[in-house]
């Protein structure tokens, strides 16, 4: 399931960049004394007792403000307070409560949505200072203290952000349907396929780009197979990002890839692979997630002999890190090769859920270290004793060996493409992990 995702609102000020910093273990958010200095949500993967969540840095929120910067930082953290599973309202416990806290305080009311009351800036251990209970005056429950300088209180503030995430074997869906991510770029073609696929017009469809703005979920059966397609904001490059709800669209579409087991890569023809594109896919690979290319507004693309396999030669330098995903041709538009995506997308599924026998990867191995040495370096020669396969979607091999250092890239892509050659893997990254044993040797 997706991770669960936090957002840190507040008035300017209030030391949530501080705060956002202090757990993601990293400076990523400005962090100034001048209010308004985070003016973009900021987000990130950060953990807690084995948990992986989102966290979303948001710009400070002035209820009233008629700068036109203040009111789109209002109308960004309104976003991620949308798209919380749970809030952390910061307060600064220093100044005090103040009528900005007050009118936050009744807008997170309205969201539904679990707050958690955060004064912030008590730098010392001991009693909270007199102007923290005052808080209590917002009616949003008990008031934590933190000081994010200090690291104080921040993990019992973490165990309270815990409790409300949903339990990790909750999902919403049998183990039997496939989550299918349909992402791309915006007004490639997203929205339209799957209503295509499911024949009627279950998602507004429109040539705007942009005009889906969360990740939305379409049952659909095919024979005895069953999938969710969802469909997803279009994801652009971040400095082309001027709209606020589309720059939390952007996670949503990320956080759309991490759900699904399978994706659906939408590549418009006319524009080809671009940068934003090999982004794309790229998150995808790095996410473990067997994946299709679909190569939309075929129908529109001149053509004479040669010219599909020419078009695939260029999918395939652009993509050279997914050689393994199979490419697909199609004209949403017309329906042309359409019907045959569910059919690729269960192909792909199997091919990441295949394990082989410990066996049969060994004799496998055996026979790549005969046909090909393993390299050596001063007179040390790597030594492959044992694999075994660890895990599946993705694939995930376990090769024993005398040194990892000597187990160079090169040789590591060799006994990839041997598997591959030998048992398929179609559509799905394969990942290794290197273990020594008895380096002595």
Request: hydrophobic share 35%; charged share 30%.
């Amino acid at each position: 399931m997706a991770k669960p995702i936090v957002a840190i609102v507040g008035r300017p000020n209030v030391g949530k960049s501080a705060f956002f910093n202090y757990i993601c273990g990293r400076r990523i958010s400005i962090v100034e004394d001048t209010p308004g200095v985070t003016r973009d949500r900021i987000y990130a993967e950060a953990e807690w007792r084995s948990r992986k969540f989102t966290l979303i840095d948001t710009g400070g929120i002035e209820p009233y403000a008629q700068d036109k910067i203040l009111q789109q930082m209002r109308r960004q953290a309104e976003t991620a307070i949308e798209m919380a599973d749970v809030i952390v309202f910061m307060v600064d416990a220093k100044e005090g409560m103040t009528a900005t806290d007050k009118e936050i305080a009744t807008m997170l009311r309205k969201s539904n949505k679990p707050v958690i009351l955060t004064a912030n800036k008590v730098d010392n251990i001991g009693d909270p200072p007199a102007e923290v209970y005052e808080f209590y005056n917002l009616a949003m429950g008990d008031v934590m203290t933190v000081s994010s300088v200090h690291g104080l209180g921040i993990g019992d503030l973490l165990d309270a952000i815990y409790e409300y995430f949903p339990d990790e074997d909750e999902d919403e869906y049998d183990d039997d349907v496939i989550k299918v991510a349909v992402v791309g770029k915006p007004n490639s073609g997203k929205s339209s396929l799957i209503n295509r696929m499911v024949g009627e017009d279950r998602v507004i469809v429109s040539d705007i780009p942009g005009t889906t703005r969360d990740a939305i979920d379409t049952y659909v059966e095919d024979g005895e197979d069953k999938y969710v397609l969802i469909d997803t904001a279009g994801i652009r490059r971040q400095n082309k990002i001027t709209e606020n709800i589309e720059r939390y669209s952007t996670l949503r579409s990320w956080t759309a890839i991490e759900r699904a087991d399978v994706c659906v890569i939408m590549i418009d023809a006319q524009d080809g692979v671009t940068e934003q594109d090999t982004k794309i896919a790229g998150y995808a690979h790095e996410q473990g997630k067997a994946s299709v290319i679909v190569i939309n507004k075929w129908d529109l693309v001149e053509k004479e002999t040669g010219t599909l396999e020419e078009y695939r030669k260029k999918v395939a330098e652009k993509l050279s890190f997914m050689q393994y995903a199979p490419v697909l041709f199609v004209s949403v538009k017309t329906g042309q090769r359409v019907h045959k995506l569910l059919e690729l997308v269960k192909f792909v599924f199997d091919q990441a859920s295949l394990r082989i026998t410990t066996g049969m990867l060994n004799d496998l191995l055996n026979e790549a270290t005969a046909m090909v040495q393993p390299p050596s370096d001063k007179g040390k020669r790597l030594k492959l004793y044992y694999g075994t396969q660890s895990a599946v979607r993705p694939p995930t091999f376990v090769i024993f060996v005398n040194d990892i250092e000597l187990f160079h890239y090169s040789y590591e892509r060799y006994i990839e493409n041997q598997i591959r050659k030998g048992y398929g893997f179609e559509g799905t990254p394969i990942r290794f992990i290197h273990r020594e044993r008895d380096k002595g040797q």
